[in-house]
Each structure stands twice: as C-alpha cells, then as structure tokens.
C-alpha cells in the first residue's frame, strides 16, 4: 500500500508539521503519513536532497513524497510535481529535484495548478497545495488533474568530482555531515569504476591529514572485535551504504565526530592522490 512521506526544514517545536499531517487526514483519514525528516536546515536544498535521495527508493511503488524546504508560496514561483522511479515527487520549483535526480531523468515533471485562479488565496504552501495534490495522487488520482506537463523546471548543479588524470588526482567535495559527524563526500565508488581508477596505492588528503586506505562498510575497521573497545576515536575511510566515501571517526558522535575533529565544513576540497 503506497503511503505519503513528509520531509521539511520545518523543526519539531513549531505547529506546522502537525498541521500538514493533519489536512492529511482531514482529506482522508486512512492514509498512513511517514516523516522522513523534518530536521533539514533552514532551506538546506543540498542536504534535503541528500536524504530524500538515499530514503525514497525503501518505500512501496506508488508513494507520494512532500519536501517542504525552501517551499514559501509566492505567484512567482511554481509548485511542481516529479514522476519518477514509481514515486511521485512534490515541491517548489526552487530546483530541489534536479539535486535529488542530478543523474536520472525524470518521467515526467508538472506544474501545479490546483492554485492558479484569480481568487485563490494561499497562505502556507504545504497545507493549501501540498496536502490536496498528495492525497489526490495517494488516492489514485491523475497528476494530469492537477497539473500541467512543465518542461522547464529550475534546474541547480549538483556538485560533481573530477579526476585530473595528468596528475593522477581525485578532487571532490564534502557534501553532507550526518547525525554522528561523519563528513560524506561526493566522490562514490561508482566514479572510480567509470574512471578504471583502482582503489590501491592513494592518499586521501583534507586539511592537513592523510588516510591510505578505505574500508567496504563501517564494521570492517575493526580487526580485533574482543578489543573493539581500543578502535573508539579513530578515524578512518569508508563508502557508506550510498556508496559514498565517507570520513568518520568510529563511534564518534555530533560533537567528538569526524567534521568537529578534523574541522571539516560542507563545500570544502577532498583529494584522493594516486602513487
């Protein structure tokens, strides 16, 4: 049975991820509603679509998805609706979901229309455009019904690694910081595929460090699991279950994690070099 996801930069003190849910309900009192994440920074495009990303694909075909960041409502600015992977996609034309499918063409993109005549009036866009066009697709509605075929959504970069094969070097960018202070890059094992690159004989270099090796999965890091106890607090390479190379600092959190230790911020330069 598909459901409806809520994601946004809304917070959980203030009233309005209750209120969403609950014209949700008010439309129909059956649909089951599950929130993704309502933490995202303050119209944090980039990290929204970090997470939404990596989190549509476990929910059932059919599944309608509200993002609601950066999604205030002004005339001059279009709602729209993504069709893609099985999944309908829903939120402002900020360029949001050219970052989430920076890879994947969509199936195809619409335009909301259900607030389009002179005398509509609407005062948050989640509950008076979001909520009523996900319930109607949730409802086995046409998305023709309330929209219509967009061919030109706001498209954003979304940041890419280069490999500079002159000087046999990886050039990447951190992208995303989790809940435990892992700093994520853009550099995925995938990249290192397509490039015939080897994942042998390098040096990871950020700031002032250097790592030599990167580890399949998070667990691998630890040789001696009787010991594990003498592996808290050191660092080490991972790709992490988006296939991303990931720094982290084991068992490390918020605040003693990789991003606080190394000092590492979202934007900077990431560089793996080949011996």
């Known amino acids: 049975m598909a459901v409806i996801t809520f994601t946004s930069d809304y917070g959980l003190v203030d009233h309005r991820v209750a209120s969403v849910k609950g014209k949700i309900l008010s439309l129909n009192e059956d649909v089951k509603i599950i929130d993704i994440s309502h933490q995202i920074q303050a119209y944090n495009l980039l990290q929204t679509a970090y997470i939404v990303r990596n989190s549509y694909s476990f929910f059932p075909k059919g599944t309608v998805h509200i993002i609601s960041v950066d999604s205030f409502f002004t005339k001059d600015r279009k709602c729209i609706l993504y069709q893609n992977d099985g999944h309908y996609f829903i939120a402002a034309d900020n360029g949001l979901l050219s970052l989430i499918f920076y890879d994947i063409k969509p199936e195809a993109v619409y335009e909301i229309t259900l607030n389009n005549r002179f005398d509509d009036e609407v005062s948050f866009t989640s509950t008076d455009i979001f909520a009523p066009v996900a319930v109607h697709l949730h409802n086995g509605g046409l998305p023709e019904v309330i929209g219509r075929k967009f061919k030109t959504p706001r498209q954003l970069s979304f940041p890419r690694p280069v490999y500079n094969e002159s000087e046999k070097m990886i050039i990447g960018e951190i992208m995303y910081i989790d809940n435990f202070g892992n ?10 595929e397509k490039n015939n690159i080897a994942l042998e004989n390098f040096i990871i270099k950020f700031r002032n460090l250097a790592l030599s090796k990167i580890y399949n999965q998070y ?4 040789n001696d699991w009787k ?4 592996y ?3 660092s080490a390479a991972i790709f992490n279950d988006a296939g991303l190379l990931e720094l982290t600092i084991y068992k490390g959190n ?5 991003k606080t230790l190394f000092g590492l911020q979202v934007g900077e330069n990431i560089y793996v070099e080949f011996q």
């Open 254 to 258: 918020e605040h003693n994690g990789a």
């Open 219 to 222: 667990t691998d890091f630890v």
């Open 183 to 192: 700093v994520v890059s853009n550099i995925s094992r995938k990249f290192f």
């Open 227 to 230: 010991n594990e106890h003498e």
């Open 232 to 234: 808290h607090g050191k």
